[in-house]
């Protein structure tokens, strides 16, 4: 008895230390999103003298705040949406339809997972900048092309562990009931991997949304109206030096979205891996 209440002491002590590690860094953003530059440097650990939203009004000014939203939601929303749509008929087909050709395409795909992206950075910009010039032409529409072929693999990976697990008799009964392959699919199987399918929205909708070099490169020479919010928050940097007092409630305003997204959904992530990664 002893020793079961020294052990759930020890884990509670563990967990209270982890949350207060975790939280930390966010506080301290906070904090010091109500303060001036000066304050900043002086006492960063400070509570701030008052309550004064005049740094994060000038934030969305400065940065253009509400039209780098938009872009960065038209951009995560679709691409997240057809990384979902086609995944997920490519993992069942794979599953569905087994073969050697099936089987080798499969592992090509887990493979390029990894792959880092550093990797191909260059002869990316060189293949869709200067040889086909969709970077020039249609930047945006290039940078959702791009988080679709990036974010694919560990979609269909994640799918293709869930499906395994769905009995083919589900399929089979569907069939004898007059749906053909693209009924079944839609009104049989895609309903059943909702839990899979919000695990995988969410953490390509984390990625997407703070991702910074990838929009660098696709929409460096796009103008300011097309930036992301990561890339619209540089407005605060320079080569010598931050804006802090504007710098961090930009990081709170482009962090809170997402953040909300997380804490309402975050109990399909474990559930969904592990349905989707162990099976």
Not at 61 to 90: D, E, G, H, K
Not at 214 to 242: E, R
Request: hydrophobic share 55%.
């Amino acid at each position: 008895m002893e020793t079961r209440l020294i052990r759930q002491t020890s884990v509670y002590i563990i967990m209270i230390a982890a949350l207060i590690v975790s939280m930390f860094p966010f506080v301290l953003l906070l904090i010091n999103s109500f303060k001036t530059n000066a304050q900043i440097l002086a006492s960063p650990f400070s509570l701030p003298a008052s309550i004064d939203f005049a740094n994060f009004k000038a934030a969305i000014q400065q940065m253009n705040y509400f039209r780098s939203f938009i872009n960065t939601f038209f951009i995560t929303f679709i691409s997240v949406a057809i990384i979902l749509l086609l995944s997920s008929m490519t993992a069942h087909y794979f599953v569905r339809n087994k073969s050697g050709l099936n089987n080798t395409l499969f592992m090509l795909m887990v493979s390029s997972m990894i792959i880092p992206f550093q990797s191909i950075m260059i002869p990316l910009v060189s293949v869709y900048g200067k040889m086909l010039g969709w970077i020039n032409v249609m930047p945006q529409s290039t940078l959702i092309f791009m988080y679709i072929g990036f974010g694919s693999p560990l979609a269909v990976f994640i799918y293709h562990g869930f499906i395994k697990s769905l009995p083919f008799e589900l399929e089979q009964a569907a069939h004898m009931d007059g749906c053909n392959r693209r009924q079944t699919f839609f009104k049989i199987v895609l309903p059943i991997l909702r839990p899979t399918s919000v695990t995988i929205a969410i953490l390509h909708i984390l990625w997407i949304w703070n991702d910074f070099l990838l929009p660098l490169i696709v929409l460096q020479n796009a103008g300011k109206d097309n930036l992301t919010l990561p890339l619209a928050i540089q407005v605060f940097k320079d080569i010598y030096s931050t804006d802090y007092a504007k710098f961090l409630p930009g990081i709170l305003l482009i962090t809170l979205p997402v953040l909300l997204i997380y804490l309402f959904a975050q109990r399909y992530i474990i559930q969904g891996v592990m349905q989707g990664a162990v099976k």
